[in-house]
C-alpha cells in the first residue's frame, strides 16, 4: 500500500455485493420465482464455500426470503445463519414499494413486516436503502426515524451536487444520504465486472450467436414469445488485463461524487447472481487501487454509512420530498408518470386500503375490546396481500399483463378478507349492544362511524321486513323514540340466505326495502342504534322524485348550488363565498404514444373535449335527502395511433367513447360526487377530467404519505421543472388550489394523478387512463414492444368516484381532512333482531380531537394487549391533541412506529393530552381497564 492511503488521501472504495430482485416486471411472478430460487441456491452456495466473499445485499428486502421458503423450506435454518452471521443481509422492508402510490400506512406496515420477517431470521438491516422508488415522499425521514433508521439511500429524483447529503423532513427528522454516482446503483457491476468477465461495457447490450453457451428458448406455436436462457454458463476466467484502466475510471469518476475518502460502489443488476469468483476480482481489484494509492474491499453498505458519516462536514441538506426530474448520473430517471398507467390497478389499491386500514382492522380492534375475537391471523393474512401488490413494479402497473392478473387476485382477496373481518368485528359489537327491549318481530339498524369524530350524513341502505313479522307499516326510530324522516326508493320480495353452521343453511323471505335517511351524531369511531318499529301505516316517509326528467338539471342544498350544463358539465356556486366555478368536470381525450413510466403525446396529435358538445342529461332521483342525475357523454375518437417511433400520428379510423356520468348532492354535504365510467375500446390515448378554476395561484397542495405537499403551478426558474412540460404529479386522497379567500378541492378513491395546468383557467386536471402499448426495458437503452398485451390499453369496463368541492380559505381552514373521509368512508350500517348484552344504544370507543389531528391507524398491538393509535398532524403549526376512551385508560405510551416504547404519557380516568408538533406523526399505546 503506498504512503497516500497511509497519509488519509486514498479512496476507500466499498464495493457492495447484491441484486436488485423485482417480484414481478418483465416475467410473471411464478416465473420470476423459479429463477429466484436458482439465484438463491447459488447464493447459499456461495456464502457456504467462500469464507472471504463479505456478504450479500438482498435489495433490502424480506419477501424474498419469504417467497423462497415456500420451494425451500429446508433451507431456513441456513439462510438465518447467514443472516446472524450478518453474511446474508435483509431487511428493513418487506418489499420494494412505490411511495407515492401506496399510502403512508401502507409504508409504515411494510416496514413492519420487513422487520418481524428480519428479525425472525436473526437480524434487521437498518440501513435505509431506498433505490426501489420514483422519487423520496416527504416523511421518508420520519418514517425511517419511526424504525431507529438515520440514513437514507437512493438515487431516482436527487441532483445534488455531491453524494453526501441531509434530507430533512416537513417536521424537522433528518437522516444522513447518499446518492450513487456516475452509474447510478451499477457502478463495479459495469465499470470493472463486466469488463472483466465479458469484455462489455455498460452500453454493449447485444448477445451474439457465436458465443456459446447452449442458448435454448421454445418456440412453437403456443409459444411465440419466449427468451433464450444459456443452459451453459461456463465461469470464464477474468480478464485481469482491463483492470488498470477500468479500476482507475471507477474511482476517478465515482471520486468527483464523493465528498469523503469512501465511495460506495454496487455489484449487482436487477435479478442478478453474485459471481463465485467476486472476492477474487475483488482482490485483483484492490492491487489495482493500492498501485493508485486505494483501497478496494467487499464490505456492507452498513459499514460504508458508518465510515462516511465519520468524514462527512457540511454535507447539504435538502427539504421536503425528492421528485427531482434530471437527477445526477444515468439511469436515475424520475420516470413519474407511472402515476397513470394501469389506472385500476390504483384505485383497487386505495379501496383494499381502505377496506382494510379503515374498517376491517379497526372494527376487529373494537369487538375486541367488547369480548370478540382479534383476528390477527386473518389480518396478517389480508396485510400480505395487499403489500404483495406493493412492489413498485407491481403497483407502477410497469409490468406485463400477467402482473396485473395476478394482482387482481390479490385485490380480490383483500376485499374478501376485510369484508368478513370488518363484519366480525362488528358482530362482536352487536352482540354486546342492548336490544333486549325490543319487540321479538321488529328490527334494529346499527350505524358505524369509522372516523374519529362525530358524523351527520345521509344513508342509503335496504331494510328486510320479514313476511311473518306483518309489517302493515313502519318508523325509523332514534335511541330517544323520535321517528326520523326517510325516503323509499324500491322495494322486492327477496329470500336472504341465514348461515347457521350448526344448521343446514336457511332462508329469511322478507320485503327488501331501499330507503334514504340522515343519521345524526353518529358518535366518533362508534355506532348508534335505530329501532325499526312496526306501525300500522309509515311514519316518517317523505316524497322523492324518481326519474322525472320534467325536472330541472339543478342541484341545490344548505352549502352549494349546482347546475348541470347542456353538455354535461357543471356550473357550482359556493353559498358561503358566492364563488362560481365554471364548467367543472368536462372530459379531455388526447393520444399517448408513451410507455409504463413516461407519458408522451404523438407528434401528430389530437385532442377532443366534451366542453361545448350536446350531452344526454337525465334526472334519476330527488328529495329532501339527495338529488341525483346522470349524463351521458359521446365523443368520437381515433381508434389508435399510426406510423412509428419518432413519426406517431392519430389515426383516421374512429370509434366511439361512451362517457357515463352520475352526479350525486346530497343534504348537509359540501361537495358534490362524481361517478364516471367508460367503457373503453380505443388504443394509445389518455382521458382526463377537467376543471378550470379560473383562481390566481402560484401553488397546489396534494395529499401525501402522512402530508399535504404544495408544489409550484408556474415553475420558477429555480426549479428543476423550469422549461420543460408541466409535470403531472401525485396526490392521494386530495388536491387542492385555493387564492387564500376562495378554493376548489377535489377528493377521489383511487386516482392518483393530477395537472395544475398553466393556462388562463388555471385549469386542475386529474388523469382517469393513460392507454400505452405494453413496453419492458429488460435490455438496458432497448425498447421490448408487446402489442398482444391488452391490459395496459384499459380496454372495457373502466369506473371512478371522485368530487368537487368550493370552499373558502385554504385546505385546513375548510376541513378539508375531515371531508375527503365523509366521502371515502361511508357509514356502515347493519340490521339485526332481538338480544345482545349490555353495551348501550350508542357508544363513542375513541374520540380524537382537534380536527388537525388524522388517524392513520387503530388496531391491536403487535406483541401486547393492548390498543395502538398511529395519529399525524398534516398541518404547519402545533396542535393539542385530546383522545378519549369509552372506560379508564391504566395506561397510555408514546411508541416508535414498530411498536416499541418510548414515552409514558399522563392520563386523566378516560383521557388524555398529547402535543402533536407540525407535520408530526404519533403512534400510541393504550391499556385500557
Not at 367488547?370 to 400480505?384: A, H, I, N, P
Amino acid at each position: 500500500m503506498t504512503n497516500m492511503v497511509n497519509e488519509g488521501k486514498g479512496k476507500k472504495v466499498h464495493v457492495i455485493s447484491n441484486t436488485h430482485w423485482d417480484r414481478a416486471w418483465v416475467y410473471p411472478f411464478n416465473e420470476t420465482r423459479l429463477l429466484l430460487v436458482e439465484f438463491m441456491d447459488n447464493l447459499l452456495e456461495l456464502l457456504e464455500t467462500d469464507p472471504k466473499f463479505h456478504s450479500f445485499l438482498l435489495d433490502s428486502q424480506t419477501i424474498a426470503v419469504e417467497d423462497y421458503l415456500e420451494f425451500r423450506p429446508e433451507r431456513k435454518e441456513q439462510i438465518k445463519k447467514f443472516v446472524k452471521a450478518g453474511k446474508l443481509i435483509v431487511g428493513p422492508w418487506y418489499n420494494l414499494p412505490e411511495e407515492y402510490i401506496v399510502n403512508g400506512e401502507s409504508l409504515v406496515r411494510n416496514l413492519v413486516v420487513g422487520h418481524t420477517q428480519a428479525e425472525e431470521l436473526g437480524k434487521v438491516s437498518k440501513i435505509g436503502y431506498t433505490p426501489f422508488s420514483y422519487g423520496q415522499t416527504s416523511q421518508m425521514p420520519q418514517i425511517y426515524h419511526g424504525f431507529d433508521i438515520d440514513t437514507i439511500i437512493f438515487y431516482r429524483g436527487i441532483n445534488t451536487k455531491k453524494a453526501e447529503f441531509i434530507l430533512e423532513g416537513p417536521d424537522g427528522s433528518r437522516v444522513l444520504g447518499c446518492r450513487f454516482g456516475a452509474l447510478s446503483r451499477f457502478s463495479y457491476y459495469f465499470y470493472v465486472y463486466r469488463m472483466a468477465r465479458f469484455g462489455m461495457g455498460r452500453d454493449e447490450w447485444w448477445y451474439d450467436w457465436d458465443r456459446g453457451a447452449l442458448p435454448f428458448r421454445l418456440n412453437n406455436e403456443f409459444h411465440p414469445h419466449e427468451h433464450y436462457y444459456p443452459l451453459d454458463v461456463a465461469q470464464e476466467d477474468f480478464d485481469l488485463s482491463v483492470l488498470p484502466k477500468q479500476v482507475k475510471k471507477l474511482i476517478d469518476d465515482e471520486s468527483e461524487h464523493f465528498t469523503t475518502s469512501h465511495i460506495a460502489c454496487m455489484q449487482g443488476f436487477d435479478c442478478s447472481s453474485p459471481d463465485p469468483n467476486e472476492s477474487l476480482l475483488a482482490e485483483e481489484s484492490n492491487k489495482v487501487a493500492n498501485e493508485l494509492g486505494h483501497e478496494l474491499f467487499l464490505d456492507s453498505l452498513e459499514n460504508f454509512m458508518n465510515e462516511m458519516k465519520k468524514e462527512v462536514k457540511d454535507p447539504e441538506v435538502l427539504y421536503g420530498e425528492s421528485r427531482n426530474p434530471g437527477a445526477t448520473g444515468k439511469w436515475t430517471n424520475l420516470m413519474g408518470d407511472v402515476l397513470s398507467s394501469r389506472t385500476k390497478i390504483k384505485r383497487r389499491n386505495a379501496q383494499g386500503e381502505i377496506a382494510l386500514q379503515r374498517y376491517a382492522e379497526p372494527f376487529s380492534a373494537l369487538g375486541w375490546l367488547v369480548g370478540g375475537e382479534y383476528m390477527k391471523s386473518s389480518l396478517d393474512m389480508t396485510w400480505k396481500y395487499l403489500l404483495q401488490n406493493h412492489p413498485h413494479d407491481n403497483i407502477c402497473g410497469a409490468g406485463i399483463d400477467q402482473m396485473e392478473k395476478d394482482m387482481m387476485y390479490r385485490f380480490d382477496q383483500t376485499d374478501v378478507l376485510s369484508k368478513g373481518i370488518m363484519r366480525r368485528g362488528l358482530s362482536a359489537i352487536v352482540k354486546q349492544i342492548d336490544n333486549n327491549d325490543i319487540n321479538i318481530n321488529e328490527a334494529v339498524v346499527t350505524v358505524f362511524n369509522p372516523s374519529p369524530f362525530p358524523r351527520t350524513e345521509v344513508v342509503t341502505f335496504a331494510v328486510d321486513l320479514p313476511d311473518k313479522s306483518e309489517y302493515k307499516g313502519f318508523s325509523i326510530r332514534d335511541t330517544e323514540g323520535n321517528a326520523i324522516s326517510y325516503t323509499q326508493t324500491g322495494s322486492e320480495s327477496f329470500g336472504t340466505l341465514v348461515r347457521n353452521l350448526q344448521d343446514i343453511s336457511l332462508q329469511l323471505r322478507s320485503q327488501r326495502i331501499q330507503l334514504s335517511a340522515e343519521f345524526t351524531d353518529i358518535p366518533a369511531f362508534g355506532y348508534k342504534t335505530y329501532l325499526v318499529k312496526k306501525e300500522d301505516e309509515n311514519i316518517g316517509s317523505v316524497d322523492v322524485k324518481l326519474n322525472n326528467n320534467s325536472i330541472d338539471a339543478v342541484m341545490e342544498n344548505e352549502f352549494i348550488k349546482a347546475s348541470i350544463n347542456e353538455d354535461g358539465s357543471l356550473n357550482i356556486i359556493d353559498k358561503k363565498t358566492g364563488q362560481e366555478f365554471v364548467n367543472m368536470n368536462y372530459y379531455e381525450e388526447t393520444g399517448e404514444s408513451g410507455n409504463p413510466w413516461i407519458h408522451m403525446f404523438p407528434e401528430e396529435n389530437q385532442t377532443f373535449l366534451t366542453l361545448g358538445t350536446k350531452a344526454k342529461i337525465s334526472h334519476v332521483e330527488s328529495s329532501e335527502f339527495l338529488t341525483r342525475f346522470r349524463v351521458t357523454n359521446e365523443l368520437t375518437v381515433p381508434v389508435g395511433l399510426e406510423g412509428e417511433e419518432g413519426n406517431y400520428r392519430r389515426s383516421d379510423e374512429t370509434v366511439q367513447m361512451i362517457i357515463d356520468t352520475t352526479y350525486t348532492l346530497r343534504k348537509n354535504q359540501p361537495f358534490v360526487e362524481v361517478h364516471t365510467k367508460i367503457n373503453n375500446n380505443a388504443e394509445q390515448h389518455r382521458v382526463r377530467a377537467m376543471f378550470p378554476t379560473k383562481l390566481d395561484v402560484k401553488v397546489s397542495a396534494a395529499e401525501a404519505a402522512f402530508d399535504v405537499i404544495e408544489r409550484y403551478i408556474v415553475v420558477p426558474e429555480s426549479s428543476p421543472y423550469y422549461g420543460r412540460p408541466n409535470p403531472q404529479y401525485p396526490m392521494h386522497r386530495f388536491v387542492d388550489m385555493s387564492d387564500g379567500n376562495v378554493g376548489l378541492a377535489l377528493f377521489n378513491d383511487g386516482i392518483r394523478e393530477y395537472e395544475a395546468i398553466v393556462d388562463d383557467d388555471r385549469t386542475l386536471a386529474i388523469t382517469l387512463f393513460r392507454g400505452f402499448t405494453a413496453t419492458q426495458s429488460p435490455v438496458i437503452d432497448q425498447w421490448d414492444v408487446y402489442p398482444w398485451m391488452k391490459l395496459s390499453q384499459s380496454l372495457g369496463k373502466n369506473e371512478w368516484k371522485y368530487a368537487v368541492m368550493p370552499h373558502s380559505g385554504n385546505w385546513e381552514e375548510a376541513n378539508v381532512y375531515r371531508e375527503v373521509e365523509r366521502f371515502n368512508l361511508p357509514l356502515e350500517t347493519g340490521q339485526s333482531g332481538k338480544g345482545g348484552g349490555s353495551l348501550s344504544k350508542e357508544l363513542s370507543f375513541v374520540s380524537i380531537e382537534p380536527k388537525e389531528v388524522a388517524l392513520s391507524a387503530i388496531k391491536r398491538a403487535e406483541k401486547r394487549d393492548s390498543l395502538v393509535l398511529r395519529l399525524f398532524n398534516p398541518t404547519d403549526k402545533e396542535v393539542e391533541g385530546n383522545i378519549k376512551a369509552f372506560r379508564e385508560i391504566k395506561e397510555a405510551w408514546i411508541t416508535n412506529m414498530n411498536e416499541e416504547r418510548r414515552e409514558k404519557l399522563s392520563v386523566d380516568g378516560d383521557k388524555f393530552s398529547i402535543n402533536f408538533g407540525k407535520k408530526k406523526i404519533v403512534t400510541i399505546e393504550i391499556v385500557l381497564d
